[in-house]
T-cell receptor
Framework: DAGVIQSPRHEVTEMGQEVTLRCKPI?????LFWYRQTMMRGLELLIY????????DSGMPEDRFSAKMPNASFSTLKIQPSEPRDSAVYFC????????????FGSGTRLTVV | TQLLEQSPQFLSIQEGENLTVYCNSS?????LQWYRQEPGEGPVLLVT?????EVKKLKRLTFQFGDARKDSSLHITAAQPGDTGLYLC??????????FGSGTKLNVKP
């Protein structure tokens, strides 16, 4: 298995633009998580899905953020409009079960909003 | 305030030295996981500890789960430059939410 695949690896965009981050989880994993990592706040859970259904989006900062999982092999995280404070590394992770077997993370998308 | 507090935050040592990093909480965890994150990559799972008092060894790395399941430690023997990275502990609390600690950034100098 190629692991969790995220694209793009790097994204530089201007404030106010729409940004879409993409994730392909490991085949067979039933949970998918979106995290954001910054130096100040560490890893923050934004939202997670179970069998393509959003379960907890309480970590989504505000209405500018939205996430979808239209099928078991694809998820997107969208920021519209983007702001400089959204600059961070965004990780997608998937797992078999909620906790027991650990999470497999993608390589992340480094987002810079100027 | 982090539910999982890790210490130290930063550690810079010479190759060959031993070190221990800690993960502490006031809450009970049913299990704890340790991840290592290298620059430019996502965290990678190293181990899961489940039973209070459990000790697991992974080559030069020794992981221990506290008897009360509120704390864990990671000991590295004879550190190598390849051990450099951010070490994160993580686990589910009694509230069934999964938390990551803030991490210990380790630098092993050749």
């Amino acid at each position: 298995d190629a692991g969790v695949i995220q694209s793009p690896r790097h994204e530089v965009t201007e404030m106010g633009q729409e940004v879409t981050l993409r994730c392909k989880p490991i085949s067979g994993h039933d949970y998918l998580f979106w995290y954001r990592q910054t130096m100040m706040r560490g890893l923050e859970l934004l939202i997670y899905f179970n069998n393509n259904v959003p379960i907890d989006d309480s970590g989504m900062p505000e209405d500018r953020f939205s996430a979808k999982m239209p099928n078991a092999s694809f998820s997107t995280l969208k920021i519209q409009p983007s702001e400089p404070r959204d600059s961070a590394v965004y990780f997608c992770a998937s797992s078999l079960g909620r906790v027991s077997y650990g999470y497999t993370f993608g390589s992340g998308t480094r987002l810079t909003v100027v | 305030t982090q539910l999982l507090e890790q210490s130290p935050q930063f550690l810079s040592i010479q190759e060959g030295e031993n070190l221990t990093v800690y993960c502490n909480s006031s809450s009970v965890f049913s299990s704890l996981q340790w991840y290592r994150q290298e620059p430019g990559e996502g965290p990678v799972l190293l181990v899961t500890v489940v039973t209070g008092g459990e000790v697991k060894k992974l080559k030069r790395l020794t992981f221990q789960f506290g008897d009360a399941r509120k704390d864990s430690s990671l000991h590295i023997t004879a550190a190598q430059p390849g051990d450099t990275g951010l070490y994160l502990c993580a686990g589910p609390s009694n509230f069934n939410k999964f938390y990551f600690g803030s991490g210990t950034k380790l630098n092993v100098k050749p």
